[in-house]
């Protein structure tokens, strides 16, 4: 059985689905993230944001993270899902999910594997403003 | 020996290519190439940071490279 | 604008409905919390579970968690929606969805929002086994 | 005066109702109301504690019950 779930596309992310993969009969809880493309920066409108990706390392960063959230949680199966190309305010950029007998590993699992991908997964964003663009994070 | 190198986010804006092939000296350090780099690009001055993956894999700054292998700069990330 | 959804309802609950409920420009993150019905209890295989609640207090008392986790976390929208009734092994008693500019604040109110629901929400379920059913939680 | 009394989760099935109008003396407290309730169904006995909420919110054993009020007990919960 496959417990982890690990995809890059440029197909809109479905929440349903990355439910689907972790929901189990032994399972009873499940918890989600969701990124969304939020409309502001530091208080300046973004009007839409690019992602880029160096897919093949950036899969096997995402499988990395799976299979130690696995390890370090009691999860039973965890889901990470990422867009690439260009999203529009409200789309979503990533889903995180993951199920377990209990409530707590759920939520420390999604909590761990979002904070680590902005960390490690190489995955770029470029925010779009109504007068240019700005690669985020790369002036830290 | 020749590294095929690859530049993502901001680094492909900064030295206006996504893949290069770059020859430097045989058991070359990542530390020595990215002393090369910097000579060959100074504008990647103008970010604090990267870190390099080889053969897709973040490595160290002592890593001997070898003939063939693929080395991606990789600015700071801002995936999610 | 409303910044709250509570719901009781005998007919299947909705992950989408809940997310578009919380869902807004100007927010980067979404948690959501779903509660499933898992196959055992201590070892034991659970046929189904039966939901009861007193309704109108447990409404009041899911609207209280959500005032208190819009002023304990700096979230945008909580939903609460629960089930009542008969459910069967896999289906979903509980729904939470929070979102928020920053995904941290989601994280906390989805965990204390269903930590606290089932401290004080008058909700009961009753496990059905192939010899006999049980109120869970009667003899703590 | 005469007191709604509503029975959810185990206690219903202790008590064999859902629902009962029971009658206490004027000025009577949540505690003497419980102590009156145990007295009249002692299978009560049989849950370790439970809650009472006065008019759909928990209440104290110190607090006056009054004509008309709705008391619910609430055996410890197991919702989500």
């Given at each position: 059985m496959?417990r982890?779930?690990?995809k890059?596309?440029s197909?809109?992310l479905?929440l349903q689905?990355?439910?689907?993969f972790?929901e189990?009969d032994s399972?009873?809880?499940i918890?989600?993230?969701?990124?969304?493309?939020r409309?502001?920066?530091?208080g300046?409108?973004?009007?839409?944001l690019d992602?880029?990706?160096y897919?093949?390392m950036?899969i096997?960063?995402m499988?990395?993270?799976?299979?130690?959230?696995l390890?370090?949680f009691p999860?039973?199966?965890?889901?990470?899902?990422?867009?690439?190309?260009m999203?529009q305010?409200?789309e979503?950029?990533?889903i995180?999910t993951?199920?377990?007998k209990?409530?707590k590993?759920t939520?420390?699992?999604?909590?761990?594997?979002?904070?680590?991908?902005k960390e490690?997964?190489?995955i770029?964003k470029?925010?779009?403003f109504?007068?240019?663009e700005v690669?985020v994070?790369?002036h830290? | 020996?020749?590294?095929?190198?690859?530049?993502?986010?901001?680094?492909?804006?900064l030295v206006?290519?996504?893949?290069?092939?770059i020859?430097?000296s045989e058991n070359s350090?990542?530390?020595?190439?990215?002393v090369?780099?910097?000579k060959k690009?100074p504008?990647l001055?103008?970010?604090?940071s990267y870190?390099?993956?080889?053969?897709?894999t973040y490595?160290?700054?002592?890593l001997i490279?070898k003939e063939g292998?693929v080395v991606?700069i990789?600015?700071?990330?801002?995936g999610?």
């Amino acid at each position: 059985m496959k417990r982890t779930s690990i995809k890059i596309t440029s197909k809109k992310l479905d929440l349903q689905e990355c439910y689907n993969f972790v929901e189990d009969d032994s399972c009873g809880g499940i918890s989600a993230f969701i990124g969304t493309v939020r409309n502001d920066t530091q208080g300046k409108e973004v009007l839409q944001l690019d992602f880029s990706t160096y897919k093949p390392m950036a899969i096997k960063e995402m499988q990395k993270i799976a299979d130690l959230a696995l390890e370090k949680f009691p999860i039973h199966k965890i889901a990470i899902h990422h867009a690439e190309g260009m999203l529009q305010i409200g789309e979503i950029p990533v889903i995180i999910t993951a199920s377990s007998k209990h409530r707590k590993a759920t939520f420390e699992a999604c909590e761990f594997a979002i904070d680590t991908l902005k960390e490690t997964v190489p995955i770029w964003k470029k925010e779009y403003f109504s007068d240019g663009e700005v690669w985020v994070n790369a002036h830290p | 020996m020749k590294i095929q190198t690859l530049f993502f986010g901001i680094t492909s804006d900064l030295v206006e290519t996504n893949d290069l092939e770059i020859t430097i000296s045989e058991n070359s350090s990542i530390n020595d190439f990215k002393v090369f780099l910097k000579k060959k690009y100074p504008k990647l001055e103008n970010i604090n940071s990267y870190a390099i993956a080889v053969n897709e894999t973040y490595a160290e700054g002592n890593l001997i490279l070898k003939e063939g292998d693929v080395v991606a700069i990789i600015p700071p990330v801002s995936g999610g």
